[in-house]
């Protein structure tokens, strides 16, 4: 295995350079996926190879803390003993029957008995398929076309929503992707987040037309970008005011900030939720639930299509049921995540304050973003003013030291109840010696 050299600093990535290689022929910019192709830092990706506890690994032994934790859903960190036992056990059974299984019905009790808003769930595949459906269920339930989004909200990559999107079409500075017919947008709207009134004025301008108000109840795309007081509920109120459904992206804070997600953390009840990978431990899995008249609308209870064999798929299932009943068991769990990370993220502000920088952390439990502005971060106009260039070079400085941030400014930094005390403030203090030698 590759060892540190003196400094600490790691210079061996061969392996990851060399697969990159290869898959720069054979995978569009060698990823699957383009955030992680490591371009808007200007490096290379990392080939992870494993990952344990709060670490990953990559193909050439190089060791790092993770602050990704797949975008989100390893909260119990990397690797978990009772998730693998879960997993083998449901492999063993077999992988994939496209038919009913009791693992779905237990995963969706496990949810509905958890969630008040939710009181029937549809299980699918991604955040994207999630977020896709719950807007047709909102449309067929309405009878309504248009949908509200907010700029710099991500809600995967369906042809409807990739305007002004956060995430990686952020990142690449094409927040509008080629290939979507205008047909397929004309019914999107976009408002300013923690803006209400710019919400409020699309409800004036289109009457009756709205179906429904999509939001990140924390916006964690754009970097994390909190809810001012009264913004969440305000959408409530204009929602419930106009007849028009409002849906809470919660592929981020679902299970997250709490067992109960954003929308009990906050207070605020939406009409319909969309969770991601979180639900399936990492596995591929999103689910879509809300008021029952509502999924009461989808098919074959009702007239609003929506199907898929890999959904509810039973290996998927017995990762996020393992994962999210040692959640419910142990409400404990949060608190202690939510603690370290106020304390982390408390340290971080300190480290900038302290090497004379204006940068701003946002935070909320165990998600945070450091931006690289002097300005307050509180939408997708402030969001834009981080200087890109000065989050690439802190983010190689860190990858070099062993720890893995997003490859992109406008994404979250995720903890997990794995990371330690002692990891933790390894990397505030590696934060304070790059920000103390930063050009
Ligand atoms: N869109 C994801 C971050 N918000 C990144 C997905 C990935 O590269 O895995």
């Excluded at 299932?317 to 603690?339: F, S």
């Excluded at 400085?397 to 406008?410: K, R």
Aim: aromatic residues 10%; glycine residues 12%.
């Amino acid at each position: 295995m590759y060892e540190r050299g003196e400094d600490g600093i790691m210079s061996n990535l061969s392996k990851s350079e060399t697969l990159f290689e290869e898959a720069l022929r054979l995978i569009p910019g060698g990823v699957n996926s383009p955030v992680r192709a490591f371009g808007s830092i200007g490096s290379v990706p990392r080939m992870i190879a494993r990952g344990q506890g709060a670490c990953i690994w990559d193909e050439d032994g190089n060791k790092y803390i993770d602050y990704i934790g797949s975008w989100g859903p390893m909260i119990l960190g990397h690797s978990h003993k009772k998730v693998l036992e879960a997993v083998m056990d449901a492999c063993v059974k077999g992988l994939s029957f496209g038919a009913a299984t009791k693992a779905e019905v237990d995963m969706a009790r496990l949810i509905c008995d958890s969630i008040p808003s939710i009181e029937m769930i549809r299980m699918v595949n991604s955040g994207t398929e999630a977020v896709m459906s719950a807007i047709r269920a909102a449309r067929g339930f309405t009878g309504r076309d248009k949908i509200v989004k907010f700029s710099g909200c991500y809600h995967g990559h369906s042809d409807g929503l990739l305007v002004q999107a956060g995430s990686g079409a952020m990142t690449q500075g094409v927040p509008d992707s080629a290939g979507v017919p205008a047909g397929c947008t004309r019914d999107t709207l976009t408002a300013i987040y923690n803006d209400l009134s710019s919400a409020e004025q699309l409800f004036e301008r289109f009457p009756e037309e709205i179906a429904c108000v999509i939001v990140e109840p924390v916006a964690a795309n754009m970097g994390v970008v909190l809810p001012e007081a009264g913004f969440l509920e305000g959408l409530r109120y204009l929602c419930t005011k106009h007849g028009a459904l409002l849906l809470f992206d919660e592929v981020i804070t679902g299970f997250r900030l709490g067992f109960g997600g954003a929308q009990e953390y906050f207070g605020v009840r939406p009409d319909l939720t969309a969770f991601g990978k979180i639900i399936g431990a990492g596995m591929p899995v999103g689910a879509y639930g809300g008021r029952r008249e509502i999924m009461e609308m989808v098919s074959p209870a009702g007239p609003v299509y929506q199907a898929g064999t890999l959904s509810g798929n039973p290996v998927a299932m017995a990762a996020g049921y393992a994962q999210l009943t040692i959640l419910k068991e142990h409400p404990e769990y949060y608190r202690e995540l939510n603690e370290k990370s106020d304390i982390f993220f408390k340290k971080l502000s300190m480290a900038v304050e302290a090497a004379g920088k204006p940068y701003q952390v946002n935070h909320i439990g165990s998600l945070g973003s450091l931006f690289f502005t002097g300005e307050q971060v509180r939408d997708y106009a402030g969001a834009k003013t981080s200087d890109t260039g000065k989050y690439a070079r802190y983010c190689n400085y860190m990858l070099d030291h062993g720890v893995y941030l997003a490859p992109a400014q406008f994404e979250a930094m995720f903890l997990s109840m794995a990371h330690t005390g002692q990891q933790l403030d390894h990397t505030v203090d590696l934060v304070m010696e790059y920000l103390c030698t930063e050009a």
